[in-house]
């Protein structure tokens, strides 16, 4: 089978923050249709990663490129890059006093989100009570992961990264954003290209929901090591982080 | 500088001309004295605002008038009001109030209101809630009065849709020195929508405004007040409320306009059992505009409640005070001060001043959150991140945060509102 057309080129990716190297040239290429996992120990750059290709400042790049459909997306801003089909659902969003969901959603997708649509995503995530609260203040763990997708299904991005998806969330709502981001990366999408994924997780947890096809070890700013993301966390459990990095036979 | 003009020429009984007459010496001692806050203001370049002639309808004044009270929400088609008040400098030009409300509400001027029912007026509403001889502006009203509204809604009637007056300056370097009365009678409701607005080729100009509202037992005053002025007039608003028992005062206040300065520190005395007052105010500071506005609530009714909300941005070279100022006066009371301001220019400042009292009152319980501070970086990069360019981002944050929820607003006010603040946001980013 040919290989699906490449989305998201990254290569020999260096980036600062303050006077301190976090990515120390990482390569990454997601495929249109693929759902990547990345996994590490905290502090290994995984955020880091995902904030320099959102485009938040601070995130100095000192080597190495970004490509989004073939761009160069690192001389653009967050919005441009967000309008060209890159979409986040953060670990913590901030709340955003007098915006409520409802106008972030509809934001989301681009203005032209019809009102029946609007309503029925949010059923869809059980979030019809918070359209028309101040976004993310006093929500709880659940509710802002559900507000998050909500946001990134109206979005409909053609890449989409989650921070930490499942985390600060119980089972119920992981149930329910896993369905989502599933929904989301491998549901039907005619004439259109296949969407792809970047999923930042600890636990793996969320794996249960989401069909993810290759993982990643981000280590010292790295990545280390490629393969099954199911067997990948099963040797982190037994072994930890450093002994997946030594092990050979988890390199490609 | 101007004559003494005769508050009440048809007034006879004695107990009434003699009041009046004090107010007037009271008024006389007190009309050099400066305001404690707010630049002073030489009274002397000023003549009093003229008569003007009366019109039949709303439709009949010139659209430019139409189109600049509407910013007020003050619209010349009354099928959504129940009563209206129109004043053109001096002279009300126009009272109505809609059929379906005749008896249920009196609107007319506070002079006519004197001469219909001088003792009445007199003994309970007259310089009640405000005294004449505050400063030197209160003094300009009682000895220099130019009308300004009376409405009292008769007790028990709940008026569903909004009364609306308007006082409007067509000239330049006058004073318009209006008194309103608002009475609502014992278990009456209703919605007041005020706007003073001046004529677009106005500059300079003073408009000094006694306001006394009274609020009757389980009665509920709802009154929202949109200021358009411009940047060389000045705004000297003297304002008294008295609340009785289960009583509700519900204040709005939304400047989106510039103004050389605006001084206004309006008293509310929350005297019935369990009554309540609530205080919205939103503010834009722009180009020189210097502004300071705030609210003192006195809570003396066993029960009283209060909450006070402000939210003020400040462009250009703005000054900009927010004060609030909390009495407590008996032990079960609670009230609330929220403060926020957001400073958008270098050449701007803004100053948060709550002020909280416990006078005799060891259980009242009285708090206040003031902030100034900018727009959070992270939130204008979280709507950036979902597609919109940065300068719209942080346009729909500034709306966001002046966006108060306002309950009992009429939904087109509402919407005004909205406009209006979305155009200043908009011209002054």
Same mark, same amino acid.
């Given at each position: 089978?040919?290989?699906?057309?490449?989305?998201?080129?990254?290569?020999?990716?260096?980036?600062?923050?303050?006077?301190?190297?976090?990515?120390?040239?990482?390569?990454?290429?997601?495929?249109?249709?693929?759902?990547?996992?990345?996994? #590490?120990?905290?502090?290994?750059?995984?955020?880091?990663?995902?904030?320099?290709?959102?485009?938040?400042?601070?995130?100095?790049?000192?080597?190495? &490129?970004?490509?989004?459909?073939?761009?160069?997306?690192?001389?653009?801003?967050?919005?441009?890059?967000?309008?060209?089909?890159?979409?986040?659902?953060?670990?913590?969003?901030?709340?955003?006093?007098?915006?409520?969901?409802?106008?972030?959603? &509809?934001?989301?997708?681009?203005?032209?989100?019809?009102?029946?649509?609007?309503?029925?995503?949010? %059923?869809?995530?059980?979030?019809?009570?918070?359209?028309?609260?101040?976004?993310?203040?006093?929500?709880?763990?659940?509710?802002?992961?559900?507000?998050? @997708?909500?946001?990134?299904?109206?979005?409909?991005?053609?890449?989409?990264?989650?921070? %930490?998806?499942?985390?600060?969330?119980?089972?119920?709502?992981?149930?329910?954003?896993?369905?989502?981001?599933?929904?989301?990366?491998?549901?039907?999408?005619?004439?259109?290209?296949?969407?792809?994924?970047?999923?930042?997780?600890?636990?793996?947890?969320?794996?249960?929901?989401?069909?993810?096809? !290759?993982?990643?070890?981000?280590?010292?700013?790295?990545?280390?090591?490629?393969?099954?993301?199911?067997?990948?966390?099963?040797? $982190?459990?037994?072994?930890?982080?450093?002994?997946?990095?030594?092990?050979?036979?988890?390199?490609? | @500088?101007?004559?003494?003009?005769?508050?009440?020429?048809?007034?006879?009984?004695?107990?009434?001309?003699?009041?009046?007459?004090?107010?007037?010496?009271?008024?006389?001692?007190?009309?050099?004295?400066?305001?404690?806050?707010?630049?002073?203001?030489?009274?002397?370049?000023?003549?009093?605002? &003229?008569?003007?002639?009366?019109?039949?309808?709303?439709?009949?004044?010139?659209?430019?008038?139409?189109?600049?009270?509407?910013?007020?929400?003050?619209?010349?088609?009354? *099928?959504?009001?129940?009563?209206?008040?129109?004043?053109?400098?001096?002279?009300?030009?126009?009272?109505?109030?809609?059929?379906?409300? #005749?008896?249920?509400?009196?609107?007319?001027?506070?002079?006519?209101?004197? @001469?219909?029912?001088?003792?009445?007026?007199?003994?309970?509403?007259?310089?009640?809630?405000?005294?004449?001889?505050?400063?030197?502006?209160?003094?300009?009203?009682?000895?220099?009065?130019?009308?300004?509204?009376?409405?009292?809604?008769?007790?028990?009637?709940?008026?569903?849709?909004?009364?609306?007056?308007?006082?409007? $300056? *067509?000239?330049?370097?006058?004073?318009?020195?209006?008194?309103?009365?608002? $009475?609502? %009678?014992?278990?009456? %409701?209703?919605? !007041?929508?005020?706007?003073?607005?001046?004529?677009?080729?106005?500059?300079?100009?003073?408009?000094?405004?006694?306001?006394?509202?009274?609020?009757?037992?389980?009665?509920?005053?709802?009154?929202?007040?949109?200021?358009?002025?411009?940047?060389?007039?000045?705004?000297?608003?003297?304002?008294? !409320?008295?609340?009785?028992?289960?009583?509700?005062?519900?204040?709005?206040?939304?400047?989106?306009?510039? !103004?050389?300065?605006?001084?206004?520190?309006?008293?509310?005395?929350?005297?019935?059992?369990?009554?309540?007052?609530?205080?919205?105010?939103?503010?834009?500071?722009?180009?020189?505009?210097?502004?300071?506005?705030?609210?003192?609530?006195?809570? $003396?009714?066993? #029960?009283?409640? *209060?909450?006070?909300?402000?939210?003020?941005?400040?462009?250009?070279?703005?000054?900009?005070?927010?004060?609030?100022?909390?009495?407590?006066?008996?032990?079960?009371?609670?009230?609330?001060?929220?403060?926020?301001?957001?400073?958008? *220019?270098?050449?701007?400042?803004?100053?948060?001043?709550?002020?909280?009292?416990?006078?005799?009152?060891?259980?009242?319980?009285?708090?206040?959150?003031?902030?100034?501070?900018?727009?959070?970086?992270?939130?204008?990069?979280?709507?950036?991140?979902?597609?919109?360019?940065?300068?719209?981002?942080?346009? @729909?944050?500034?709306?966001?945060?002046?966006?108060?929820?306002?309950?009992?607003?009429?939904?087109?006010?509402?919407?005004?509102?909205?406009?209006?603040?979305?155009?200043?946001?908009?011209?002054?980013?």
């Amino acid at each position: 089978m040919a290989e699906s057309a490449a989305l998201l080129e990254i290569e020999g990716l260096r980036v600062r923050v303050g006077e301190r190297e976090i990515l120390k040239g990482i390569n990454l290429t997601i495929r249109e249709g693929e759902t990547h996992v990345l996994l #590490g120990p905290n502090g290994g750059g995984k955020t880091t990663l995902l904030n320099t290709i959102i485009g938040f400042p601070g995130y100095q790049v000192v080597g190495g &490129s970004i490509r989004f459909k073939g761009e160069d997306i690192l001389p653009l801003e967050i919005d441009e890059r967000a309008r060209l089909g890159i979409g986040v659902a953060y670990q913590r969003p901030p709340a955003v006093r007098g915006v409520k969901l409802r106008q972030m959603m &509809s934001v989301s997708a681009g203005g032209d989100l019809a009102e029946q649509a609007l309503d029925d995503l949010a %059923e869809q995530l059980d979030v019809t009570y918070l359209l028309d609260r101040d976004v993310n203040a006093g929500f709880s763990g659940g509710e802002a992961k559900r507000a998050e @997708m909500a946001q990134l299904l109206a979005q409909q991005p053609d890449l989409a990264l989650f921070d %930490e998806p499942e985390s600060g969330v119980d089972l119920e709502n992981v149930a329910v954003v896993g369905g989502a981001i599933q929904h989301l990366l491998k549901g039907d999408r005619a004439s259109a290209r296949p969407r792809a994924g970047l999923i930042i997780t600890h636990t793996g947890h969320i794996l249960s929901y989401v069909n993810a096809d !290759v993982g990643h070890v981000l280590f010292d700013g790295q990545l280390a090591c490629h393969g099954n993301p199911l067997d990948l966390i099963d040797d $982190i459990t037994t072994s930890g982080y450093e002994k997946c990095v030594e092990c050979a036979t988890c390199k490609r | @500088m101007q004559t003494v003009d005769t508050p009440c020429p048809t007034c006879s009984s004695t107990e009434v001309m003699a009041r009046l007459d004090q107010i007037r010496r009271l008024a006389e001692a007190a009309a050099d004295k400066p305001a404690a806050l707010g630049p002073d203001i030489d009274l002397a370049t000023f003549s009093t605002v &003229s008569e003007r002639d009366r019109v039949d309808s709303l439709e009949s004044l010139q659209r430019q008038i139409r189109e600049t009270v509407l910013m007020s929400g003050f619209t010349a088609d009354e *099928s959504e009001r129940s009563a209206s008040y129109f004043q053109m400098d001096r002279t009300p030009i126009y009272e109505r109030v809609m059929d379906a409300f #005749g008896g249920q509400v009196e609107v007319m001027s506070t002079e006519d209101a004197l @001469m219909k029912w001088p003792e009445e007026l007199v003994e309970r509403y007259w310089w009640r809630a405000v005294a004449p001889d505050k400063d030197k502006y209160t003094a300009l009203v009682a000895l220099h009065q130019t009308e300004g509204y009376f409405i009292r809604v008769k007790a028990g009637a709940k008026v569903e849709k909004p009364i609306q007056a308007c006082l409007f $300056i *067509s000239e330049s370097n006058v004073t318009q020195n209006v008194h309103n009365i608002i $009475i609502l %009678e014992d278990g009456a %409701e209703a919605n !007041v929508i005020t706007g003073c607005n001046i004529h677009t080729e106005v500059k300079e100009g003073l408009h000094a405004g006694i306001s006394e509202f009274y609020v009757g037992k389980g009665a509920k005053l709802t009154f929202t007040m949109v200021h358009n002025w411009a940047e060389e007039f000045s705004v000297r608003p003297r304002t008294g !409320v008295i609340v009785d028992d289960d009583g509700t005062y519900i204040n709005n206040y939304v400047l989106l306009r510039p !103004v050389r300065s605006i001084q206004a520190f309006p008293v509310c005395r929350l005297e019935g059992a369990r009554s309540t007052g609530v205080f919205n105010t939103i503010v834009y500071g722009l180009k020189d505009s210097h502004i300071d506005l705030g609210t003192e609530t006195q809570l $003396i009714g066993e #029960g009283s409640r *209060s909450e006070a909300v402000a939210r003020t941005v400040s462009y250009d070279r703005s000054v900009v005070y927010s004060r609030g100022r909390l009495i407590g006066r008996t032990n079960r009371c609670k009230a609330h001060l929220d403060c926020r301001g957001i400073v958008q *220019s270098e050449q701007s400042t803004q100053w948060a001043i709550p002020d909280l009292a416990s006078e005799g009152a060891p259980g009242a319980e009285l708090s206040h959150e003031a902030a100034i501070s900018p727009i959070a970086a992270e939130e204008v990069y979280y709507l950036m991140s979902r597609g919109l360019p940065k300068d719209e981002a942080m346009s @729909m944050i500034t709306k966001g945060f002046v966006s108060i929820d306002i309950p009992g607003l009429p939904e087109p006010l509402k919407q005004s509102i909205d406009r209006a603040i979305e155009e200043t946001s908009k011209e002054a980013m």
